[in-house]
């Protein structure tokens, strides 16, 4: 495979981690980007191994929710009323991908995928030599009251039935053991000790980045417009002239969907904004990551300092960020960890590229096998970026796949 070339489109951490993974099997690799390393989700995102997340967004009954999020649009998932209309045949894709029989496979083929994922990040880490970049403190995730907790156990149970380690904590005292600082409204949590943040996102994907151009690897900063399929291989066309390839993988994020559109393919691609607010050094004593539930955010360790975000605003590329919703989330943090220190911080908007069944593209184009996509993790594309790698290098080089791709095919929405 010495001979063979590739290129990856786009240099996030999807695109990063396919490379290098591409460049372990004997491929010579180009990596395009119209901005450059981690310039997307890549650089603003909570920093974390979501490994225990596998239940879908799209649950039974979450439909029923709808019209509330158009009510509150600084909820935890909203819609902005100007994007209603235009998000509304993913909506109904989401909405089928809710009922019991779709949301049973789609949570199956996650924890495949989770699995999967979670060894092949150890492997990359090994490899890059990167556990410096690495936390391994756990996770505590909190609630409100005994009903909110009660509501929870369902979603425990599974993790439990899939090998996931925790410990459920029953009251504040038990909370703060753990993490001083909490509000006592949280009375019970609970605690994942095997989750792994990395101490910044941004960092981590450089690094992973560096280590590809070390082994001989080129970076491009150039815009790529559209993919055509040829006989002996791919041609890109981009701002700086066409490009060929024997493989071209596409893991552009939240712009996918437009260049496998330029091949023919009509894929659901959506984008959850995601808000956040990053606060200096001395913010607050954060010892692990600290999730709460009810109010769909996180506050995770930044390098020295802290980072506050998450919801999910389903509101497409083009609509201007609403940063009331990073700081609504803010005054909630400090509410919540009332020694919280809030000045100094930065805001942030990131897309997040999603499927409305809550499971990414891995897989061949439907009409050309050559072109190969890696994109719609949603808020999962650093969790099971090392994963994905190494599934589309398996693609790429003709060999078995580690794990059944057929869920996460191109071809699945007909």
């Not at 996030?12 to 450059?36: H, K, N, P, Y």
């Not at 002239?241 to 994020?253: K, T």
Request: net charge neutral; no cysteine.
């Amino acid at each position: 495979m010495s001979h063979a070339t590739a290129i990856v489109v786009g240099a996030g951490i999807i695109g990063m981690s396919t490379a290098l993974a591409l460049q372990a099997r004997g491929f010579a690799v180009t990596v395009l980007d119209r901005e450059g390393v981690a310039a997307g989700a890549s650089f603003g995102n909570a920093g974390a191994f979501a490994f225990t997340d596998i239940v879908p967004l799209a649950t039974p009954g979450i439909m029923r929710k709808a019209p509330a999020w158009l009510l509150d649009p600084l909820g935890p998932l909203s819609i902005p009323p100007a994007y209603a209309l235009r998000i509304l045949p993913w909506l109904l894709r989401f909405w089928r991908a809710s009922w019991p029989d779709r949301y049973a496979a789609s949570m199956a083929a996650q924890i495949r995928l989770m699995a999967h994922a979670r060894a092949a990040l150890e492997r990359q880490i090994m490899d890059v030599d990167g556990e410096g970049l690495m936390l391994r403190q756990g996770q505590v995730q909190l609630y409100e009251g005994e009903a909110a907790f009660r509501a929870s156990l369902s979603e425990w149970q599974v993790r439990k039935d899939h090998g996931i380690r925790f410990t459920l904590l029953h009251s504040h005292g038990e909370i703060t053991e753990r993490q001083p600082g909490i509000h006592p409204r949280f009375t019970h949590a609970g605690f994942t000790p095997d989750w792994i943040n990395t101490v910044d996102p941004a960092r981590w994907t450089r690094h992973l980045a560096s280590r590809f151009v070390d082994r001989g690897g080129t970076i491009d900063r150039t815009a790529v417009t559209a993919v055509t399929g040829e006989e002996l291989g791919v041609r890109l066309a981009t701002g700086a002239g066409d490009r060929r390839a024997n493989a071209v993988v596409i893991a552009a994020g939240a712009w996918s969907h437009h260049l496998a559109l330029s091949l023919g393919d009509r894929l659901p691609l959506e984008t959850e904004r995601g808000y956040n607010t990053t606060l200096p050094a001395g913010a607050f004593d954060l010892r692990m990551q600290v999730t709460f539930s009810g109010h769909g955010f996180v506050v995770t360790k930044l390098n020295d300092g802290v980072r506050v975000g998450g919801a999910v605003e389903l509101g497409g590329l083009t609509i201007a960020p609403n940063y009331e919703r990073a700081r609504v989330l803010l005054d909630k943090a400090a509410r919540f960890l009332p020694g919280l220190e809030t000045g100094g911080g930065i805001a942030w908007m990131g897309f997040r590229p999603s499927m409305p069944d809550s499971l990414p593209v891995i897989g061949a184009s439907p009409r050309y096998d050559r072109v190969l996509y890696a994109f719609g993790h949603g808020h999962l594309g650093l969790t099971q970026a090392a994963g994905t790698a190494e599934l589309i290098a398996d693609l790429a080089a003709g060999t078995t796949p580690a794990i059944d791709l057929t869920p996460f095919a191109p071809h699945r929405f007909g």
